[in-house]
């Protein structure tokens, strides 16, 4: 069947350069047979892709070795949806999941304008389909994940322990689909660019995709920071790692075009900042794309082997080229329709805020490209780390929080003194007693973070505000009570409440960020059963050992041959407070394919991977993690016997013993625990973020849009008959 | 297996081709809305578009007028600035009712030629 996968490879790539010719030979011939059989072309690369990723998908779930990638990531003791998932663990699988979600996406977005913007989709189609065609183009010639070895090996590597983890399976795919997405903007806009069509129609095209890759990057990028913090063993969220920091940046500058094609669809203005920034957003998601397979930087992230390196630059020095010749060419019709009638509007707020995103996305740019411009300047390597970009991300951030608050207190067009005073009293009033309050609590010592909670309460208090005052107007209107007033408003204003409920999900997930950070305690230590640590308002104390053997009883279940842990017991205060919780953080030991390590040293000589266990709550998480000592000389003379005396099918018997010598003599292992403030208030934040992202972009109900519309046209015409 | 491999790599080519050319096929048809030839079949689609983006920006003015009620409603106008802005704002929508008015008789009269 490797022959019927690299078979679609080859036709996707004939359908991928058939496509953009035909789309734009219709687009300046003005033939729409043309142009339309060129969309047509996006749909059968999407059949073809399908057909190509079922068949790699059925050889890992089938345990057919003879396909490379297959017995490169993945093997028999492999988890069965860890298998399906371990597709996208390699380059080539990465790649064809990049390729095939890129299909998709562009066939719905083509499709649902394909009565629409005739001139512009011509090109987008071309365009959409050169990348295709570049994505496919490597796996052809560089990456292909169809390559095959007779005889097939019996066993194959397994998925990297690491990747073994529930958010992990859904991460790739989350990610993946943001940064295909954001190259669906891209195309309409250098499309809208070559047609010389740049009025708000391509915007309003394109918004729902803007906002789809939005929504799907930005949970890709919560997860990941999941992930890090569950799954890593190093307690913390985000590292700032060269790729985390590539899925951000896109993310950044896609919540800033969100916002400024709000003022082109209403005034006519930004343009410029629209099509630039769209244009940026899809450029960088092909750049976070390039990371990982270039090599150019070190990432926990970064897939090893072959570098794709060489094709990622020419296309993204074509994407960046292009996108800055076509602006400057067109920048006669790009200027904007008015002039912003005043400072103190929504307008002039949302400008700053494009000011302020931008500006952190280019300190992150600088900061995670700066050691590949630093050796390419000196020809030394240099690196930032997290202090330097905690430096000048966080003033920024802060910015970036205060002005969510003001955008929904000013009106649009302009505002007046008087009008503002009186709606920046009360959100004003709360962020002040919040303030107050922190500093009589002792929080003054930690400026940053006091400056970001009184940031975060001045949204809720003008977003709380909002809800209040529309709802009493609501009421005034219509006469209905309270409760459904509110929905009424919500259902009828969804872009609006939506966006608020989004504001007031990033100021949650802040909060959280700036109170782990802030106010964490860790220790890292060495315990033996029967002592205690304290760490922060909490006692740990280590009870006893824990061990468990081969994948299919392993602690979590991950296919671990060993897993040695501790069950550690929680306090408030001292040894003698009252329970908190019981944890069983733990190490996950996995087989390897090196025989030089024996019979015995082999069943657990793979990747240590640790179980992080934490008590997860509203006001803080305990978390816990260990780093038994299996190099102990009590635990390493049974291996090394085992791999001395025992042949490999009764290896798993020194397992054994080795797990009851460590149950009844226990080493002293290393603890790493963590009392950390509000951490779940970034997840809860995170997921307000997407549902208020979610009611914004959802669609009226179609008789609600009639009835609407209805309704708007009498008023207008009314208004125009009393004038 | 090679068999089964071949036939169902034809298959799919088979496939490619059928829908990719079938705007092509229907255009040598001489399918209205596909043909090239200009004149009124070839204006359909176009009108059609016309009035899609029509129906866009009054969609989107009528959205304007609604944030500019709520936002006086909640306090963040004053009352000349919302009366002087609603004026506007209507006197937009009611030029984009006219042109989608021309369009949208301007169709109903191809379809009548057409008939």
Known sequence: ?723 | MGLLIVLLTLLLVGAVVVVVSAPLRAARAGAPELSSSGGDHAAGPLQLERLEQLEAAREAKYRELRDLELDFRTGKLSRADYEATDAQLRAEAIAILDRLDRVQAGEASLRTRGA
């Open chain 1, 1 to 723: 069947m490797a022959g019927l996968g690299y078979a679609c490879l080859l036709l996707a790539l004939a359908v991928c350069v058939y496509g953009i010719g035909a789309s734009i030979y219709g687009v300046r011939t003005g033939r729409p047979e043309f142009t339309a059989s060129g969309r047509r072309s996006m749909y059968a690369l999407a059949g073809v892709l399908t057909a190509a990723f079922a068949v790699l998908e059925v050889a890992f779930l089938s345990n057919d070795f003879a396909f490379n990638t297959v017995a490169d990531t993945s093997s028999r003791t492999t988890p069965g949806l860890y298998r399906a998932a371990a597709v996208w663990s390699s380059q080539e699988g990465s790649l064809l999941l990049w390729a095939w979600l890129m299909s998709i996406w562009s066939s719905l977005a083509l499709f649902l304008t394909r009565r629409r913007l005739r001139d512009i989709a011509g090109y987008a189609t071309a365009i959409l389909l050169g990348f295709g065609a570049f994505f496919v183009s490597l796996m052809v010639f560089y990456a292909n994940p169809f390559v095959t070895t007779t005889p097939a090996p019996a066993e194959g590597q397994g998925l990297d322990p690491l990747l073994r983890f529930p958010t992990m399976m859904i991460h790739p795919p989350m990610l993946y689909s943001g940064y295909t997405l954001c190259i669906v903007p891209l195309a309409f806009g250098m499309g809208a660019l070559l047609a010389r069509r740049l009025d708000a129609d391509w915007i309003r095209a394109i918004r729902r995709f803007s906002f789809a890759a939005w929504l799907f990057l930005g949970a890709g990028i919560l997860l990941g920071a999941r992930w890090s913090y569950a799954e890593l063993g190093w307690g913390g969220y985000w590292g700032w790692d060269a790729v985390e920091n590539a899925s951000l940046m896109p993310w950044l500058t896609g919540t800033a075009f969100l916002h400024s094609l709000m003022i082109q669809e209403k005034r006519g203005m930004l343009k410029v900042w629209n099509v630039s920034l769209a244009l940026a957003t899809g450029t960088l998601a092909i750049m976070g794309t390039f990371l990982v397979r270039s090599g150019v930087l070190n990432s926990i992230h970064a897939f090893g082997g072959q570098t794709l390196g060489v094709p990622f630059v020419i296309l993204i020095g074509i994407l960046i080229a292009g996108s800055i010749y076509l602006v400057v060419s067109r920048r006669e019709m790009l200027r904007s329709e008015h002039r912003l009638d005043s400072l103190l509007s929504r307008e002039s707020i949302f400008l700053a805020n494009n000011v302020v995103l931008v500006g952190l996305c280019f300190v992150i740019f600088w900061g995670t490209y700066f050691p590949l411009i630093s050796e390419a300047l000196t020809g030394h390597e240099a690196s930032v780390g997290p202090p330097w970009f905690d430096r000048y991300t966080v003033p920024l951030a802060l910015m970036l929080v205060f002005l969510s608050g003001i955008g929904p207190l000013i009106a649009w067009r302009r505002a007046t003194l008087a009008n503002a005073r009186r709606n920046f009293l009360a959100p004003l009033a709360i962020a002040f007693a919040t303030l107050l309050g922190l500093e009589l609590a002792g929080g003054a010592h930690k400026p940053l973070a006091v400056t970001m909670f009184c940031c975060a309460a001045f949204v809720l208090g003008s977003v709380g505000q909002e809800f209040v005052r529309g709802t009493r107007a609501r009421r005034a209107m219509a006469g209905e009570a309270s409760p459904r007033a509110l929905l009424a408003l919500m259902r009828r204003n969804r872009r609006r409440y939506g966006g608020y409920i989004a504001h007031v999900g990033m100021a949650v997930l802040f909060v959280g960020v700036a109170a782990s950070s802030s106010f964490q305690h860790a220790t890292e230590l060495g315990l033996s059963p029967g002592q205690s640590a304290r760490v922060g308002a909490y006692t740990v104390r280590y009870v006893r050992p824990t061990a468990t053997v081969t994948p299919r009883y392993d602690a979590a279940h991950t296919g671990s041959t060993l897993s040695l842990g501790a069950l550690l017991d929680v306090t408030k205060g001292g040894p003698r407070g009252p329970h908190v919780a019981t944890l069983n953080p733990s190490e996950g030991y996995y087989a390897s394919q090196d025989p030089s390590q024996g019979t015995v040293g082999s069943l657990i000589g793979g990747q240590a991977v640790s179980h992080v266990a934490m008590d997860a709550g509203i006001t803080r998480d305990v978390w816990t993690a260990i780093q038994p000592d299996i190099e102990a000389p009590a635990l390493k003379r049974i291996v090394e016997l085992g791999n001395r005396t025992l042949p490999a099918q009764d290896a798993v018997v020194a397992i054994g013993v080795l797990a009851k010598t460590y149950l009844e003599h226990p080493p002293q292992a290393q603890f790493h625990l963590i009392d950390s403030p509000l951490v779940m208030w970034i997840w809860l934040g995170g997921m307000i973020v997407v549902g208020g992202g979610l009611i914004a972009i959802w669609p009226a109900p179609s008789a609600v849009r009639r009835r609407a519309s209805v309704r708007a046209r009498a008023r207008a015409v009314r208004g125009l008959a009393r004038a």
